[in-house]
Nanobody, 118 residues
Framework: QVQLVESGGGLVQIGGSMELTCTASGSPFTNYDLGWYRQAPGKSRELVALISSGGTTNYGDSVTDRFTITRDNRKNTVYLHMNNVKPEDTAVYYC????????????WGQGTQVTVSS
């Protein structure tokens, strides 16, 4: 059973920066993706950013060039560096652990609220 512990989040001003952190534990595998999805009120959950164990990244269209995802494999930790935040970045951010090779699996964190204010 993989467990994900998220930290960061809270209130940030428009144009400001924020960092989210997620640490995974309990994984018997080293080959898995870590990343973030988000869900705003009344909207479906959407991709923010993913990073593979090899460092390949994938970003949602709305955050490209503003957000950066990094990973420390020794600590099983992923970081989301959010820059130049906008009101539309307000959402609950969920950490995801995903393994796409057998045995496949997906685990989610409990979510952390990010609110962008003026």
């Amino acid at each position: 059973q993989v467990q994900l512990v998220e930290s960061g989040g809270g209130l940030v001003q428009i144009g400001g920066s924020m960092e989210l952190t997620c640490t995974a534990s309990g994984s018997p595998f080293t080959n898995y993706d870590l990343g973030w999805y988000r869900q705003a009120p009344g909207k479906s959950r959407e991709l923010v950013a993913l990073i593979s164990s090899g460092g390949t990244t994938n970003y949602g269209d709305s955050v490209t060039d503003r957000f950066t995802i990094t990973r420390d494999n020794r600590k099983n930790t992923v970081y989301l560096h959010m820059n130049n935040v906008k009101p539309e970045d307000t959402a609950v951010y969920y950490c995801i652990w995903r393994r796409r090779v057998t045995p496949v699996g997906t685990y989610w964190g409990q979510g952390t609220q990010v609110t962008v204010s003026s």
